[in-house]
């Protein structure tokens, strides 16, 4: 069974849109919370991620990180293991 992948997401953020595109053409599905404008989705997202800059990335409840991360694991050859089914 795939690994559980979610997203925070503002619905145009290009750095949202990047890492969405990385995750589709890993052709594994994902759950996007798109909380534009809403500050309290944004403080629940920041106090799990640590971060409150968007997106954040989680894989079975582990924070990954946002944009910049999951292409530096994508690079590192990392990502596929972690999207892996079990």
Known sequence: M???IEIYTWSRCPFCIRAK???DQK???YTEY????????RDEMAERAGRRSLPQIFIDDKH???CDDI??????GKLDGLL???
Do not use: F, M, N, Y
């Not at 534009?36 to 989705?41: I, R, S």
């Not at 292409?71 to 590192?76: C, D």
């Open 2 to 4: 795939q690994p559980k």
């Open 21 to 23: 595109s990385l995750l």
């Open 27 to 29: 052709g594994v599905e």
């Open 34 to 41: 798109c909380i534009d404008g809403d500050e309290a989705a």
């Open 64 to 66: 990954i990180g946002g």
């Open 71 to 76: 292409h530096a694991l994508e690079r590192k």
């Open 84 to 86: 892996e089914v079990a």
